[in-house]
Nanobody, 115 residues
Framework: QVQLVESGGGLVQPGGSLRLSCAASGFTFSSYDMSWYRQAPEKERELVTTITNTGSTYYSDSVKGRFTISRDNAKNTVYLQMNSLKPEDTAVYYC?????????WGQGTQVTVSS
């Protein structure tokens, strides 16, 4: 079965950095696009970034130039490097894969940006 497990969240000061990881299993990881979403309190879940199976990337305007998505197909893992973090980046971050027309989500990892 498809499983996604995020890690790497935590508390960081404004301007700091974090790297999130999402370990995937249950499907041929290298064949699928992977995405990171986030959900802040009382807000809808929003797409942050996507990396295709060929390595192309997409970023939302709010994180462009600060966040970098990457993948290691040998480790079945997708990463999110987050730099220059702002308080408005505070949210639960989720990774997602669309596999056989079904969206699968991890359990999420909390990122809190605060002084």
């Amino acid at each position: 079965q498809v499983q996604l497990v995020e890690s790497g969240g935590g508390l960081v000061q404004p301007g700091g950095s974090l790297r999130l990881s999402c370990a995937a299993s249950g499907f041929t990881f290298s064949s699928y696009d992977m995405s990171w979403y986030r959900q802040a309190p009382e807000k809808e879940r929003e797409l942050v970034t996507t990396i295709t199976n060929t390595g192309s990337t997409y970023y939302s305007d709010s994180v462009k130039g600060r966040f970098t998505i990457s993948r290691d197909n040998a480790k079945n893992t997708v990463y999110l490097q987050m730099n220059s973090l702002k308080p408005e980046d505070t949210a639960v971050y989720y990774c997602k894969v669309r596999y056989r027309r079904v969206g699968y989500w991890g359990q999420g990892t909390q990122v809190t940006v605060s002084s």
